[in-house]
């Protein structure tokens, strides 16, 4: 995709015996391509890290909910909303999981930034 993964912070709550495991998947995304992995439920904190992660390099894309709209405005980065609340579309059956899910997920992603672009 051309996207190089950033911090990324899970929200729910895995129990701990799984998290070694999560982390060690996010450490080998692809040959040399790695994401440090957080567990955070809270969104305040979970706000306060992203506000603080460096993305001088990178334009960031948050995925997100409508609530983190503002964080990604703040970070003039872009916001996918792929979980809810959602104000931005009304979904009815949709799932990024498996091979339709993925390709679902790209066409997010790519329709969120050009929409973007165009508008600026």
């Known amino acids: 995709m051309g996207l190089t993964p950033g911090r990324q912070i899970i929200t729910e709550n895995p ?6 495991a999560i982390r060690a998947e996010f450490r080998n995304i692809a040959e040399d391509v790695t994401a440090e992995v957080d567990f955070e439920e809270d969104g305040y904190f979970i706000h306060k890290r992203v506000q603080e992660t460096d993305f001088s390099d990178h334009t960031p894309v948050v995925f997100g909910t409508t609530w983190e709209g ?29 091979y339709r899910g993925a390709l679902a997920l ?5 329709t969120t930034v050009v929409r973007a672009s165009t508008a600026a």
């Not at 129990?15 to 070694?20: G, K, N, Y």
């Not at 503002?70 to 949709?94: C, H, I, M, Q, W």
């Not at 790209?106 to 790519?110: G, P």
Request: hydrophobic share 35%; aromatic share 12%; glycine share 8%.
């Open 15 to 20: 129990p701990e015996e799984f998290r070694d």
């Open 70 to 98: 503002e964080l990604a405005k703040n970070l003039k980065g872009f916001l996918v909303e792929v979980g809810y609340p959602s104000t931005d579309e009304v979904v009815l059956s949709r799932s990024y999981i498996g």
């Open 106 to 110: 790209l066409e997010k992603i790519y």
